[in-house]
């Protein structure tokens, strides 16, 4: 374990240490190293909790592999085989549980190969471990600290599972029949297992978040970055853990992290989300449109959803026919465009020890709330006392429902509170400064 920093700790070095991190555990931590066996997590194999009394499955002919891509796929199978993930089923071994192998396109045109495992899921038991909201995680980071994040390798395939089960993740390809000496990814309990035993090792370390593979770790200077960064790369090699070289951000300011770009002060979608919101194509049919509502909704901490959204509310009720004509072409663009200005500026990190506002608002057809933070100098805690003083931290709204939209003017400002106090609890339950 590096002693000391290797270079003084400067900006114009970030990437000197960086590189020197990755040097130093690379026969190690950051060994992705293909022709040699996976180390495995420290910790008990998975069990594959199956119902007993349940009718095994078993195909016996596989899905055909595109031609083009019969190569890459054995290759891959190959390299499984070596890194410890698969084996070939030995001969005489009688079928029980038979799954498929089914090879789909990447968005790179790459082939992904998976197994369907959906017919032994049925029967399966999760063991649940619960793992917070990649929102929450993401809200978790302090204002003004340097971050540094890791991404395991072959994370869910360095939990063993005992040589007893591996039947049950038998799969059938062109080359024969294969099965798991890992944690299968597809398979319903391999995500609670891999992630408490994950979190179990690593539960001691403080000023961190983690989502499954990703973690990212927070400190005040690049020092502290440095010897946290080593702290976790020791811990990881010592119990199995493998990370990622090629997503190592070692000490940034700005990093993405869990679909989320988090700055020194404020937390955005990052720019994939954008991309997808402004080069969404123009929907063709109801499925079209339940998808942009989709895409919009997990943007929706960020800008005020309800409003933006209510011409195209229609197009979704029961019975409603399809119809996309250029006026609605035009709202659906302009949308777009609102949408991103509104959420490319992000919303502020909370702060626990800044003077809190949550304001509401009702109309006939829809509610919505706005977190804010006092940021300013200003003397007393009054909202909006200057112009740039209090800062949206969150954001919420939803259409009414048809009961809701023919409440008194009253009735529904009660409602919006109710509402927003439910949704905005994680932030502004026990709040001691809350207006």
């Known amino acids: ?61 596989p899905v055909p592999v595109p031609i083009h891509w019969k190569e890459e796929v054995k290759a891959g199978l190959d390299q499984d085989v070596r890194l410890g993930v698969l084996e070939p089923v030995p001969v005489g071994e009688p079928v029980t549980w038979c799954h498929r192998m089914v090879v789909c396109a990447k968005k790179n045109g790459k082939p992904r190969r998976t197994v369907d495992f959906q017919p032994l899921n049925v029967h399966a038991t999760r063991e649940t471990h619960h793992t917070p909201s990649p929102f929450h995680q993401a809200r978790s980071v302090p204002n003004g600290k340097r971050k540094t994040v890791f991404d395991a390798w072959n994370g869910y395939h360095s939990v063993p599972i005992p040589e007893e089960d591996r039947h049950l993740t038998t799969f059938i390809t062109p080359w024969g029949r294969y099965r798991y000496k890992t944690a299968p990814q597809g398979y319903i309990a391999s995500g609670d297992a891999y992630t408490r035993r994950y979190d179990e090792i690593v539960a001691d370390i403080p000023n961190k978040t983690k989502c499954v593979d990703d973690v990212l770790l927070w400190a005040d200077s690049i020092e502290e970055s440095f010897f946290q960064a080593v702290q976790w790369l020791d811990i990881c090699g010592c119990h199995g853990i493998t990370l990622n070289p090629e997503k190592f951000i070692f000490g940034q300011d700005i990093v993405e992290f869990a679909g989320f770009e988090i700055t020194s002060n404020t937390v955005r979608p990052c720019m994939k989300y954008l991309k997808a919101i402004l080069d969404f194509p123009t929907p063709r049919n109801i499925t079209d449109v339940r998808s942009w509502f989709g895409l919009v909704n997990q943007v929706s901490y960020a800008f005020s959803m309800a409003d933006k959204m209510l011409p195209f509310r229609q197009l979704l009720k029961p019975g409603t026919p399809f119809f996309w004509d250029e006026h609605i072409n035009k709202l659906f663009e302009e949308s777009k465009a609102a949408i991103i200005s509104e959420i490319e500026e992000g919303v502020r990190i909370f702060d626990k020890s800044k003077p809190t506002c949550l304001a509401t608002d009702w109309s006939k057809t829809g509610i919505g709330f706005w977190l804010f933070q006092k940021h300013c100098s200003c003397k007393g805690s009054e909202p909006f006392c200057c112009n740039t003083g209090w800062r949206i931290t969150l954001v919420g709204s939803r259409f009414t429902h048809p009961a809701e939209s023919r409440y008194a003017p ?3 400002e009660a409602l919006a509170v109710v509402d927003a106090l439910d949704k905005a609890r994680y932030f502004v339950l026990d709040a001691t400064i809350l207006l």
């Open 410 to 412: 009253v009735e529904g």
């Open 1 to 61: 374990m590096p002693r000391n920093l290797p270079y003084p700790a400067t900006e114009d070095n970030l990437e000197k240490i960086k590189q020197f991190l990755m040097d130093y555990y690379k026969s190690s931590t950051f060994n992705t190293c293909d022709h040699q066996p996976l180390p495995l997590m420290d910790g008990p194999p998975m069990r594959l909790m199956v119902d007993p009394e349940a009718e095994p499955v078993a195909h016996h002919t």
